[in-house]
T-cell receptor, first 112, second 114 residues
């Protein structure tokens, strides 16, 4: 079992729709959860992070965390073509001062 | 606030050679982590440095080694380069022991092995 799992996609949504990206993790001791966006050939860019159960909203983005189910998701409302990228889920595990483990990423395409 | 900087941006090497990649951490950060990202994959954790010592290592062979300096900057050294080492190498900085603050990434070094 991979430590952090994501559906590789591609996920295709029309412009203006809600994109839903999911991530599961294996280490129950995981402390914090991050979503990064990565455009082709570029480095990851932080979108949001969450460490308490429930929802956290920031503009068009909502992160959801359910530690009992070991599940974290990212919702993108009013999706724009510029949101087309790979979205990486990252989990901070309490090993050696906390190390961050990444999923393989989900490719999102927003069709104009 | 100075962000994470990496050098060089691109590098071409041949099999068997050695390479050194450099990273300057964001101001105020004392921990540097290195990742390897192959095409189409997520970043794979190589190792992490704090107080000039390796603290945590992923599933990478000993020919991947590193250093951290008193100013928290870091180097990644790879010996006996193999074709599979071709990847984007990412450096990220953070604060040691703080779980709920994100890492900040540099722009990466694209390494190509011929």
């Amino acid at each position: 079992q991979k430590e952090v799992e994501q559906n590789s996609g591609p996920l295709s949504v029309p412009e203006g729709a809600i994109a839903s990206l999911n991530c599961t993790y294996s280490d129950r001791g995981s402390q914090s959860f991050f979503w990064y966006r990565q455009y082709s050939g570029k480095s990851p860019e932080l979108i949001m992070f969450i460490y308490s159960n429930g929802d956290k909203e920031d503009g068009r983005f909502t992160a959801q965390l359910n530690k009992a189910s070991q599940y974290v998701s990212l919702l993108i409302r009013d999706s724009q073509p510029s949101d087309s990228a790979t979205y990486l889920c990252a989990v901070r595990v309490p090993t050696g001062g906390f190390k961050t483990i990444f999923g393989a990423g989900t490719r999102l395409f927003v069709k104009a | 606030e100075t962000g994470v900087t990496q050098s060089p941006t691109h590098l071409i090497k041949t099999r068997g050679q050695q390479v050194t990649l450099r990273c300057s951490s964001q101001s105020g950060h004392n921990t540097v982590s290195w990742y390897q990202q192959a095409l189409g994959q997520g970043p794979q954790f190589i190792f992490q440095y704090y107080r000039e010592e390796e603290n945590g290592r992923g599933n990478f062979p000993p020919r991947f080694s590193g250093l951290q300096f008193p100013n928290y900057s870091s180097e990644l050294n790879v010996n006996a380069l193999e074709l599979d080492d071709s990847a984007l190498y990412l450096c990220a900085s953070s604060l040691w022991g703080v779980s709920n603050q994100p890492q900040h990434f540099g722009d990466g070094t694209r390494l190509s092995i011929l």
